[in-house]
C-alpha cells in the first residue's frame, strides 16, 4: 500500500474475522443471494489457497457435511475436520481421480490466471480455468447441485454462460461488492444442474 492510501475496507473486515483474504465477501454474497449452501452439503472448491472460501464453507456445511479443497498451494487457515485439503493442479488433475472425490452438491472455483496486464492474453486463460472447471463439475456435480466460477469478462464470456445454460436450470452472472470496480470479474453461477443425457447404446 502507498504511503496516504487507505486500507481496503473489505481486506480490513476479514483479517478482523479471521479470514486470510477479502474474497470471502464475495462468496458470501453470493451465497446470500443464490442460496448456495446448507447445512450437511458436499462442496468441492476449485483453487482454494489461502483458504477463506474454503473457512467460509466449512463454517456454513457444519459438523454434517464436507468440504474438499484443491490447490497447488496450501491453505493459510485452519478450517476443521470437515475439511479435506489436497495440493494438486486441477488443470492436468485426472477427471476419473476427481470423479472419485464426489460426488457434490456444490462446486466453487475462485480459480485465477497469474495475469500479464495484456487484457485478451488475461481473458484467454481465464476462460480456459472456466472451461476447466466446468468439466470437473461435469465429473463431480450431482443432478440439481449448483456451481460457482470466477471469470474475466471478455471473448469467450457469451460461450461459456451457453456452455453453463445447457447444463443448469438458471444461470446468473454477479459482480459482488467486494470485487474491485476497476476489475473485469464476474461470477457465473449455475443453479440446479440438469440430469446429464444417458449414454448412447453401443
Known amino acids: 500500500m502507498k504511503p496516504g492510501d487507505r486500507p481496503d475496507p473489505f481486506t480490513v473486515r476479514a483479517q478482523k474475522a479471521g479470514y486470510p483474504a477479502r474474497s470471502v465477501y464475495k462468496l458470501e454474497e453470493i451465497d ?4 448456495l449452501t446448507r447445512q450437511g452439503l458436499a462442496v468441492l472448491d476449485l483453487g482454494a489457497a489461502p483458504g477463506s472460501w474454503t473457512k467460509y464453507l466449512a463454517e456454513k456445511v457444519g459438523p454434517r457435511g464436507r468440504v474438499v479443497a484443491l490447490d497447488q498451494n496450501p491453505l493459510k487457515v485452519a478450517c476443521g475436520p470437515v475439511v479435506t485439503a489436497l495440493e494438486l493442479d486441477v488443470t492436468t488433475a485426472s477427471l476419473g481421480d476427481l470423479a472419485l472425490l464426489g460426488p457434490f452438491g456444490l ?5 485465477a490466471p497469474h495475469t500479464t496486464g495484456i487484457r485478451d492474453a488475461d481473458v484467454f486463460h481465464s476462460v480456459e480455468l472456466v472451461d476447466r472447471a466446468i468439466a470437473i463439475a461435469d465429473a463431480t456435480l450431482a443432478p440439481g447441485g449448483n456451481f460457482v466460477a470466477k471469470i474475466f469478462q471478455g ?29 473485469t470479474e464476474v ?16
Open 155 to 183: 471473448e469467450g464470456f457469451d460461450r461459456v454462460r451457453a456452455d453453463l445454460r445447457a447444463r443448469f436450470g438458471t444461470v446468473r452472472v454477479l459482480k459482488p461488492e467486494a470485487s474491485r470496480k476497476e476489475s
Open 32 to 35: 446470500r443471494r443464490c442460496r
Open 107 to 111: 462446486v466453487v472455483s475462485d480459480l
Open 187 to 202: 461470477y457465473l453461477v449455475g443453479l440446479g444442474r440438469k440430469a446429464p443425457p444417458p449414454a448412447a447404446s453401443p
